[in-house]
């Protein structure tokens, strides 16, 4: 039982420290995409524009920065409809000959603003939230990604809005993490392997007591 134990601990220890020094190339960079126009209700009497929606359907988007690895992000850039829950949407942006793919996986930290006074006549709400999900592109291995979203809507009313008065855009980035999706870090394989080793040799030393 202790050979199994250090050789098994052995070979989780090399395979931490393998990991950390492979060749996978992970994206790491960001992104920011914005003005595309969602489609809202233009009905009279509109108490929402975006705060109350669970599904945006987002027009074509312009990158308007980016850095890294998605440094020089550009046209085309196209953005999925985003659905809360369950979480779906997918947006790419194109970096020289590469076309990376973020899709999304979870939503978090949902803040909707409700139609208030903008001032002048003017109504406005907002919907605010945290996304994480994977990105794909080029000859980079599929990676970890963070970021924000943020949807303003805006129309003419007092309390309510003027029917066909309604607009409303949105703004997103997102940062690669230059991590693998649902891979345990090198760190932690090694601290796994020493614990393995040092389970093996205390079951050798309760043995030879």
């Known amino acids: 039982m202790r050979r199994l134990g250090l050789t098994l601990g052995a070979a989780v220890v090399a395979l931490g420290l393998g990991a950390g020094s492979a060749q996978a190339v ?50 085309p850039t196209t953005a999925n409809a985003l659905v809360l829950s369950p979480t779906s949407g997918q947006y790419t942006v194109t970096v020289g000959g590469n076309v990376f793919t973020f899709v999304l996986t979870s939503v978090s930290a949902v803040t909707p603003v409700a139609l208030h006074s903008l001032g002048s006549g003017t109504l406005g709400d907002s919907l605010n939230f945290n996304v994480a999900g994977t990105v794909t592109g080029g000859t980079f291995q599929s990676t970890n990604f963070g970021g924000t979203y943020s949807a303003q809507g805006s129309c003419v009313g007092t309390t309510t809005c003027n029917a066909g008065t309604q607009t409303a855009s949105w703004s997103a980035s997102f940062s690669a993490t230059g991590s693998a999706p649902g891979v345990p870090e090198p760190a932690s394989l090694a601290l796994l392997g020493t614990a393995l080793v040092g389970l093996g040799f205390a079951r050798w030393r309760r043995k030879a007591a």
Do not use: E, W
């Open 26 to 75: 992970f994206i790491n960079g960001s992104v920011s995409i914005s003005n595309g126009g969602i489609t809202v209700s233009q009905a009279a009497g509109t108490t929402s524009i975006v705060s109350a929606l669970t599904t945006l359907t987002q027009g074509a988007p312009v990158a308007t920065s980016s850095s890294g690895d998605l440094a020089g992000a550009g046209a």
